[in-house]
T-cell receptor
Framework: DTEVTQTPKHLVMGMTNKKSLKCEQH?????MYWYKQKAKKPPELMFV???????INESVPSRFSPECPNSSLLNLHLHALQPEDSALYLC??????????????FGPGTRLTVL | TQLLEQSPQFLSIQEGENLTVYCNSS?????LQWYRQEPGEGPVLLVT?????EVKKLKRLTFQFGDARKDSSLHITAAQPGDTGLYLC???????????FGAGTQVVVTP
């Protein structure tokens, strides 16, 4: 299994809703990432988990709450989002050796629309 | 954060034509990566260039890393509609793997 899967593929939510994005990989990678990508822009890093611990939070608003329940799974919990949070949310994973990470493999993304 | 400037922003060509995409910076990099992102998909790594002056080929794609390791280019020969996508250059900013991307070049190849 050499892929990163993300569910759902599309999500529409209201500003008062609570929803979660899910990312899964079975490549044994111990680093996992959340990126946000607006239309016609490059991906921007949000969070990095290394060995199931949060190692980077790029000053992301608290309405985005990441969780890494185990080495294969990464969630992004969403609450009280704003319309400007509408974007493609990408998950990635990479192999690690100690603190060193290698090539990142991206999932197909979840297209989020906030109404 | 070091800035990566990509040019052009958008490129529309006919099938069979050649194209070149540039990634420039005033900073020196230990390595640069090139990704292609197709509509509805995540970015896929095409190549990593490491050595100044290095040239790498991937079928019809040729990647070059500048001698001073400040710039890189991607040349596509005889483009095909399947080459359509967003081409991104990027570098890894730290050992945790944080990637800093250029703004990207949108390439459209029409039959």
């Amino acid at each position: 299994d050499t892929e990163v899967t993300q569910t759902p593929k599309h999500l529409v939510m209201g500003m008062t809703n609570k929803k979660s994005l899910k990312c899964e990989q079975h490549m044994g990678h111990r680093a996992m990432y959340w990126y946000k990508q607006k239309a016609k822009k490059p991906p921007e890093l949000m969070f990095v988990y290394s060995y199931e611990k949060l190692s980077i939070n790029e000053s992301v608003p608290s309405r985005f709450s990441p969780e890494c329940p185990n080495s294969s799974l990464l969630n992004l919990h969403l609450h009280a989002l704003q319309p400007e949070d509408s974007a493609l949310y990408l998950c990635a994973s990479s192999p690690t050796q100690g603190r060193q990470t290698y090539t990142q493999y991206f999932g197909p993304g979840t297209r989020l629309t906030v109404l | 954060t070091q800035l990566l400037e990509q040019s052009p922003q958008f490129l529309s060509i006919q099938e069979g034509e050649n194209l070149t995409v540039y990634c420039n910076s005033s900073s020196v990099f230990s390595s640069l990566q090139w990704y292609r992102q197709e509509p509805g998909e995540g970015p896929v790594l095409l190549v990593t260039v490491v050595t100044g002056g290095e040239v790498k080929k991937l079928k019809r794609l040729t990647f070059q890393f500048g001698d001073a390791r400040k710039d890189s280019s991607l040349h596509i020969t005889a483009a095909q509609p399947g080459d359509t996508g967003l081409y991104l250059c990027a570098y890894k900013t730290d050992s945790w793997g944080k990637l800093q991307f250029g703004a990207g070049t949108q390439v459209v190849v029409t039959p």
